[in-house]
Structures are given as structure tokens and as C-alpha cells.
């Protein structure tokens, strides 16, 4: 179950939120003089306080660091890799090269056997057509030969029929 509304006294706050009294507060002109002030002069530099004692050590200039026999091992293995990295790059590009030519080529042959097989479907549509035709011919022909055939039949079975029919019609008549 949920508590029912909270009972309130609706209360009117305009009072408060307006001003009440429209007397202006009193105003007093004062005259005020004050020192001129000095410029703060600039901070010096911070300079830590020493705490120990300076040595001196008995040692030369190419006794504990020889420049040229230090850095000859770094500067051969940078350049080696250096030397090595753009061959493997030619060798790459070329390899593109190659790549890009055997990719031409191959291109071209499969448009030749594009072509070779669009001429060889032409000449068997050509072949299948004229092979339509033949037959078409052939059909047509058998038809006629079938009819000429029946033609003949019924010719002969006329014949036969009517052998008979002119001596017996001639024998009625007479």
C-alpha cells in the first residue's frame, strides 16, 4: 500500500520574493587617499645549497671512453641493417614488379581463352542451328513422303474397288 498525499497548507510566498520597502538606502561620498605602492623587485634565481665535497679523479680522456673504437660495432650493426632493409625493399619492389607483370599476363591469357571460347560457342550455336535446320528439312520431307505415301495407298485401294465396279456397272447396264 502507498501512503497517501502529505496534507499541506499552500502558502503565499510573493511577499517575500518582492521588495517590500521602495526607500532607497542612504548614500555617503567619502573621499579616501592611499599610498603609492613600491614595485616588489624581481625574485632571484633559485640556486640550491651545496652539500658535499668535490673530488677529483686521476683519469684521462681515452682511458675509460675511446669514441671511434666504442661506436664502430653500433655504427656496423645500424648500417648492416640499414644496407639490409632497402635490399629487402628493392627485392620486394621487384618482386611487386613481377608480380604485377605474371598478374598482366595472366590477364591476357584468360581474355584469349575468353575469346577462343566465345568463338567456339559461336560455331557450335552455328553448328547446332544448322544441324535444327537439317532436321527441320529432314521432318519436312518425311512429312511429304508420308503423305505421297498415303496419297499412293489410297490411290491403290481406290483402284481396287472400283476394278470391280466398272464391269459390274457395265454388266448392269447392259
Do not use: H
Not at 607483370?101 to 542451328?129: H, L
Not at 532436321?135 to 511429304?144: D, F, P, S, T, Y
Not at 503423305?147 to 491403290?156: A, D, H
Request: charged share 35%; hydrophobic share 30%; net charge neutral.
Amino acid at each position: 500500500m502507498r501512503p497517501g498525499t502529505p496534507a499541506r497548507i499552500e502558502v503565499d510566498l510573493k511577499y517575500f520574493l518582492t521588495e517590500q520597502n521602495n526607500e532607497k538606502p542612504q548614500e555617503a561620498n567619502v573621499k579616501v587617499q592611499t599610498d603609492e605602492f613600491i614595485e616588489k623587485p624581481p625574485t632571484p634565481p633559485y640556486v640550491p645549497k651545496k652539500s658535499g665535497i668535490d673530488k677529483i679523479t686521476q683519469i684521462e680522456d681515452y682511458d675509460l671512453f675511446d669514441y671511434d673504437r666504442e661506436v664502430q660495432p653500433i655504427l656496423n650493426v645500424l648500417l648492416t641493417k640499414t644496407v639490409e632493409q632497402s635490399i629487402l625493399e628493392v627485392e620486394e619492389e621487384a618482386e611487386l614488379d613481377e608480380i604485377q607483370k605474371y598478374q598482366s599476363e595472366w590477364d591476357s591469357r584468360r581474355d584469349a581463352e575468353r575469346a577462343d571460347w566465345k568463338q567456339e560457342v559461336k560455331k557450335e550455336i552455328t553448328r547446332i542451328k544448322q544441324k535444327n535446320k537439317a532436321v527441320r528439312n529432314a521432318l519436312v520431307k518425311r512429312e511429304q513422303q508420308r503423305n505421297t505415301m498415303l496419297k499412293v495407298q489410297c490411290l491403290n485401294i481406290s483402284k481396287q474397288y472400283l476394278s470391280g465396279v466398272l464391269m459390274s456397272s457395265m454388266r448392269y447396264l447392259k
